[in-house]
């Protein structure tokens, strides 16, 4: 019985962790291009809530992402990495980052990350929402009081009978 809540429990876990570091189609891969010493693209532009993904993998030599701001940091230095930021609401700007090992030689790089639109189909759902709900509610309480004058009839025709 235990075993099976844990097994639940971590299964849930890996689900939600799973889904978490799932990449979305509109990720911005940052790679390394063939010089070893730039990256590929180094100039982006993004929406807020859009995600870069600095991606490189067999590399002579070892490079990192770090912002110059302290936004994202994508660790020590490595042949290999996948390293994903999130660019949440808020982190609208100019975000200057450089490979720590590179940055004397010119491999930097600029996140610039445009203010998320203002979405007004949003509230526009909302409004329709709140008009439908009383009408839903209207007709659902009329076939309620439908059904319910049609069992009263009925009772009280079989009360008539005996
Ligand atoms: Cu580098």
Known sequence: MQ?????LIVTALFAFSSQTVAAEDSDVIVTVDSTSLRFSPSEITITEGQAVRFMWAGQALAHNA??????????????????????EPGTAGTHTFVCEPHASVGMVGTVTVEAAPVEE???ETEEVASEDTPAVSLVSSLLVTAFAAVFVARYADDEQME
Request: glycine share 6%; hydrophobic share 45%; net charge negative.
């Open 3 to 7: 075993k099976a809540l844990m097994l």
């Open 66 to 87: 770090v912002a110059d701001d302290g936004l994202f940091d994508s660790g020590e230095p490595e042949r290999d990495v996948d390293y994903r930021f999130v660019f």
């Open 121 to 123: 189909v949003e509230e």
